[in-house]
């Protein structure tokens, strides 16, 4: 079972999806969550990335985002996010499902990525539920404010909150009618997101494992490949 193995289940495979998580984006140098370096100072996302953390104090929060914000600007996508945005180009039928915020596949070329956890690029008041784009490093004054006057906050899910309706339905439905999943660079300990992969192997899809290590989604996938996506997928998809 190899890479030879891969591009044959790739090439018979009609409706494909691949899940993506931090480790996709780590080659373009964005921190994971729970690998090395941690992420920022001496906090765990779980302890920031928190309706809780955000009231208790949003400044604190917002200082994590805009720091998050600044180093995404510095970071280009990598052959990794390329190589999946020329899969959506050659695949029949492509799903892009991604649990990151980064916005690292946009900048790819993929068209319409599910993102599970929103994007941190869009901002939402937290008065009058607006919700705008604001791509601006670093952000002028924090915390930033609504043109209402009301806070706002980063257009982000947070633990202990719901994933977007339409985005999770929809990411249901992809993998339930998939016959390949790749599930690439993810630790899969984070739910409802993690959930996909059992989903899709007992729908009949087939599921191959991009990672550098094993993890959780290994014992579902038919063939994992351990690796850096950042090669990997490339060589997934070359023809050579
Ligand atoms: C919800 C956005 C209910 C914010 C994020 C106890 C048990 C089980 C579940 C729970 C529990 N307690 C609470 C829960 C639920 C909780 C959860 O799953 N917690 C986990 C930590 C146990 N989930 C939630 O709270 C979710 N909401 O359940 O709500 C509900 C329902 C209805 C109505 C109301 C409420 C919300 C979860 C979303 C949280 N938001 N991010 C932000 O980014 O700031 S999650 C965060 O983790 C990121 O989105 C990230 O993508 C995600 C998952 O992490 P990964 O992407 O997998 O990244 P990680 O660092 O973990 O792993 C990197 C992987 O890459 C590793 O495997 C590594 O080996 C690999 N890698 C590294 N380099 C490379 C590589 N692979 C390939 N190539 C490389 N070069
Ligand atoms: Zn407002």
């Known amino acids: 079972m190899s890479l030879e193995q891969g591009r044959q289940w790739l090439h018979s495979a009609r409706r494909l ?53 600044q180093l995404i600007a510095r970071a280009n996508p990598n052959p990794g996010h390329f190589a999946l945005a020329a899969l959506e180009q050659r695949a029949l039928q492509f799903t892009l499902v991604t649990q990151n915020v980064d916005g690292l596949h946009d900048r790819a070329g993929s068209r319409a990525p599910l993102k599970l956890h929103g994007d941190i690029w869009r901002l939402r008041c937290q008065s009058c539920f607006a919700a705008w784009d604001d791509f601006q490093t670093p952000l002028p004054s924090l915390p930033p404010r609504c043109s209402c006057g009301g806070l706002a906050r980063p257009g982000v899910v947070w633990f202990g909150e719901g994933l977007p309706a339409g985005v999770w339905d929809a ?18 300990v984070v739910y409802p997101a993690a959930q996909l992969v059992p989903l899709a192997a007992r ?9 550098i290590e094993e993890t959780p989604a290994s014992s579902q996938a038919g063939l994992c490949l351990r690796g850096p996506s950042g090669e990997i997928l490339p060589n997934l998809l070359s023809d050579a």
């Open 17 to 69: 999806v691949a899940l993506t998580g931090a480790g996709i984006s780590a080659e373009s140098g964005i921190p994971t969550f729970r690998g090395a370096g941690g992420l920022w100072r001496s906090y765990r996302a779980e302890d920031l990335a928190t309706p809780q953390a955000f009231a208790r104090d949003p400044l604190l929060v917002w200082e994590w985002y805009d720091w998050r914000r």
């Open 171 to 188: 990411a249901v439905e992809a993998v339930s009618v998939a016959d390949l999943v790749l599930v690439v660079g993810t630790s899969a």
């Open 203 to 211: 729908a009949g899809a087939r599921v191959i494992e991009i990672n």
